[in-house]
């Protein structure tokens, strides 16, 4: 199947400063890219995401970019905060319409 | 309105048996997905079902199966257990195909084979 790499898989940072997390993908028909995060023992939630014909898009401290020639996305974090620690996952769509390939993850630790 | 909800959400099972998951979607999502969580591993894709047929399949062997009813509830299905079958099974639903827009997730059923 299509691979997401994804990187760093641990991540530690100060309450305050910025994270950023990277994707690449290798189906080049993808056109949705979506982040999850999941807190210890609960479920994947969306936070956000971007089609293939935006480049960037912003929600309060996040924010996500997309370089589609690249093939890689990346996830911003600004003035991170302790309940900003949990693991993120980044996806993207195949070329069925059906099924998104997850990367394997990285674990965000914000230290006060 | 309710969430999607999973059963059983712990279970035992040994090498060699069968196992079967029960996935409830939110209300009016026509599309139901299922994942398996490993450590380490992230979300591996399992198969995604719409209106009763299966859309995609990943690369898991023929032993995981599974299978969408009338009323969009699904149920996956994994014989003769392996050890490496244990594992954080999650079923996630969409109002449309799983790749288009937000997956919603149950909480898992966490099966462990021993």
């Known amino acids: 199947g299509e691979n997401v790499e994804q990187h760093p898989s641990t991540l530690s940072v100060q309450e305050g400063d910025s994270a950023v997390i990277k994707c690449t993908y290798s189906d080049s028909a993808s056109n949705y890219f979506p982040w999850y995060k999941q807190e210890l023992g609960k479920r994947p939630q969306l936070i956000i995401d971007i089609r293939s014909n935006v480049g960037e898009k912003k929600d309060q401290r996040i924010a996500v970019t997309l370089n589609k020639t690249a093939k890689h996305f990346s996830l911003h974090i600004t003035e991170t905060q302790p309940e900003d620690s949990a693991v993120y996952f980044c996806a993207a769509s195949t070329n069925s319409g059906y099924a998104l390939n997850f990367g394997k993850g990285t674990s965000l630790l914000v230290t006060p | 309105k309710a969430g999607v909800t999973q059963t059983p959400r712990y279970l035992i099972k040994t090498r060699g048996q069968q196992v079967t998951l029960s996935c409830s979607p939110i209300s009016g999502h026509r599309s139901v997905s299922w994942y398996q969580q490993t450590p380490g591993q992230g979300l591996q894709f399992l198969f995604e079902?719409?209106?009763?047929?299966?859309?995609n399949k990943g690369n898991f062997p023929g032993r995981f199966s599974g299978r969408q009813f009338s009323n969009s509830r699904s149920e996956m299905n994994v014989s003769t257990l392996e050890l490496g079958d244990s594992a954080l099974y999650l079923c996630a639903s969409s109002l449309l195909a799983g790749s288009t827009g937000e997956l919603f997730f149950g909480e898992g059923s966490r099966l462990t084979v021993l």
């Open positions: 079902y719409f209106s009763e047929t299966q859309r």
